[in-house]
């Protein structure tokens, strides 16, 4: 072999660099539409064969491409998109490197069709081996197209590189939906070996377009994110954990109207979701996020999927807040009936205010009070009929209604403004007693009762030693623990939140933490996780009867606290079941 250095042909260099940006035909259709976009078009035609393998056809009705230019956009380091390192930094369009279509042109026959809005005709040109034709003219309306035919046809190694034409599509498919969802405004068309199996379009908001890409299902289950703050504005759908799914393959999160995959925003997301998610389960999105362009780099890496943050911290605190907000307000409406704004780049209004509940004392809860003790003088929650009139009296319901019974003492049954409701009651006094927990030790420490009678615990000295060590943190959590002997400790006080019942779990469950992770840790980043089991111990259990009067403060302390719609491990904690879905049942009105 030559050690001489020479330089490379153009065409290998070109054949080089197809394989960092064209690495499938899902990358050379994702670079091509971006350029339609860039183009400004409102409609994009997609037609695809063997997968995209054999052909590739995007065609738009952008603004096209001058004559004299045609030769020179297939040509390396091309772009009309920027001319100096000042435009580079602050780019706004989807495309700028310039290297796309030189590089398809290297590993495919490549044939570049275009109008401009005044022209007469089109021209065409075509691209094989790096040779490229004259321009001719040709039939075309005003736009563009690209057509690629078998790619990575004069590099066989590549070529084998590539899955079946089945995963192909899929790829493309995607790639395809995150345009789709970002751009709203512009219809897409997707054909696949002479099926037509998308048409698009256009919309002025972006509800309609994710309803038919991701379905009713996940906008039903969906509650809307809006809100602007300085410089950054976000909106969008995040699912609730009801829509949570086993992969990560439902989220969309875009910059600017560009999808990106960043390590900064999947943190902060995730945190978002940290205390409503079931273990091992993902969320769902569909977010964009608007900056000014400067405040990010998108020039990362080829395929312009990952960014860069100026200010990473202040784009952390913005998402995290935004979603968890959004997630926390209790019975969030669904995006269903909250109307997105015309298109991802407009200014956004502030976030809503969060649901105002009033005080439970008020007349008109003192009004259902009165008639729920008439209806239930034994005050047992037991089922029992509930005469139309008192209802059809009573002031305005509340958001999840008014307890009418309790049933095979976990659920209780409550009537609304919409029908029925049903709630999991372990699992909504759980988060209730959670979310209680975590303000009162974000105020300093646990208010804690005195035990009447100390509750004695046999123990291992190992157990022993971590309270006389971690004496500050009982103290913190609402624990006064005391040791009698080298293995007996006496609880005389606890969390007030809990109840005297569950003193033993209670300080068993501290002691284990403190054991195997320090105090430190356990009042830091193993806070919640141990807040979230002290909870579950402070939270009614099943087969408790409860009286109607502490079912509906159950309801009243749900609408007040915030993320009330999940339990701490992600499972819902009420159903509502409306009055048109009892009709059904019954077949009323058929």
């Known amino acids: 072999m030559s050690t ?46 063997g997968g995209g393998i054999r052909l590739l056809r995007v065609r738009d009705n952008g603004g096209g491409i001058a004559l004299e230019q045609l030769a020179l956009a297939l040509t390396r380091h091309a772009t009309s998109k920027i001319d100096s390192l000042a435009a580079l930094q602050s780019v706004r369009s989807m495309g700028f490197r310039g290297e796309a279509l030189a590089s398809m042109a290297a590993v495919a026959q490549l044939t570049l069709t275009s109008r401009m809005t005044h022209a007469t005709h089109a021209w065409e040109i075509r691209s094989l081996d790096g040779h490229t034709t004259a321009p001719e003219p040709a039939r075309h309306a005003v736009g563009t197209t690209v057509e690629l035919r ?65 379905g009713e299902e996940f906008s039903s289950l969906s509650v809307g994110v809006a809100r602007q703050t300085g410089q950054f504005a976000l909106q969008g759908l995040a699912a609730l954990p009801a829509y949570s799914r086993s992969r990560g393959d439902a989220q969309y999160f875009f910059v600017n109207g560009r999808f990106v995959r960043d390590k900064v925003a999947s943190h902060a997301l995730r ?43 202040a784009v952390h605190q913005f998402l995290f807040h935004s979603v968890q907000d959004a997630l926390a307000t209790p019975g969030a409406p669904s995006m269903t009936s909250m109307p997105l704004l015309n298109n991802v780049t407009a200014p956004l209004p502030p976030q809503q205010a969060p649901l105002q509940i009033a005080d439970t004392s008020s007349s008109r809860y003192a009004v259902w009070e009165m008639a ?37 003492g ?91 019942s569950e003193a033993e779990a209670a300080t068993r469950e501290v002691l284990a933490e403190l054991r195997q992770f320090g105090a430190s840790r356990v009042m830091t980043e193993r806070r919640n996780a141990l807040l979230a089991t002290l909870a579950c111990h402070g939270a009614v259990r099943a087969n408790r ?36 879905e009892l009709d059904q049942l019954f077949m009323r009105g058929q």
């Open 372 to 408: 729920q003790q008439a209806l239930h003088p034994d005050s047992t929650g037991s089922v029992a009929p509930v005469p139309p009139s008192p209802l059809a009296n009573a002031p305005e319901l509340p958001p999840l209604g008014f307890a009418l019974a309790q049933l095979a």
């Open 410 to 500: 976990i659920y209780i049954l409550a009537q609304n403004a919409h029908g029925l409701v049903v709630v999991d009651m372990h699992a909504a006094h759980e988060r209730v007693v959670y979310e209680q927990l975590k303000t009162a030790l974000a105020q300093e420490a646990l208010a804690s009762q005195p035990l009447l009678i100390p509750l004695v615990l046999v123990v291992e000295p190992l157990e022993v030693a971590t309270v006389e060590e971690s004496q500050a943190a009982l103290r913190t959590l609402g624990f006064e623990l005391a040791p009698l002997s080298p293995t007996t400790l006496a609880v005389r006080a606890m969390p007030m939140l809990l109840k005297s």
């Open 150 to 214: 078998e790619l990575y046809f004069n590099t066989p190694a590549r070529r084998k590189f590539l899955k079946s034409e089945a995963t192909e599509f899929a790829y493309c498919e995607d790639v395809l939906k995150r345009l789709a969802l970002a751009y709203a405004g512009v219809s897409f068309s997707l054909s696949h070996n002479g099926k037509l199996l998308w048409q698009l379009t256009a919309n002025h908001s972006p509800l309609p377009r994710i309803r038919q890409l991701l």
């Open 271 to 313: 945190q978002a979701y940290q205390d409503i998610l079931h273990h091992q389960r993902h969320a769902a999105y569909v977010l964009f996020l608007q900056l000014p362009p400067e405040a990010v780099d998108v020039n990362v890496h080829p395929a312009k999927s990952e960014v860069r943050f100026r200010d990473s911290q």
């Open 4 to 49: 001489a250095i020479h330089l490379l042909p153009e065409l290998l260099i070109n054949q080089i660099a197809a394989g960092e940006v064209i690495d499938r035909p899902a990358a050379a259709l994702k670079e091509l539409a971006e350029n339609s976009l860039d183009a400004g078009a409102s409609e994009i035609r997609v037609e695809l064969e």
């Open 545 to 580: 009867s409860l009286s109607v009067s502490e079912m509906n403060a159950l309801l009243r302390d749900m609408e007040r606290t915030e993320r009330a719609d999940q339990c701490n491990h992600g499972r819902p904690t009420w159903r509502q079941v409306t009055l048109a």
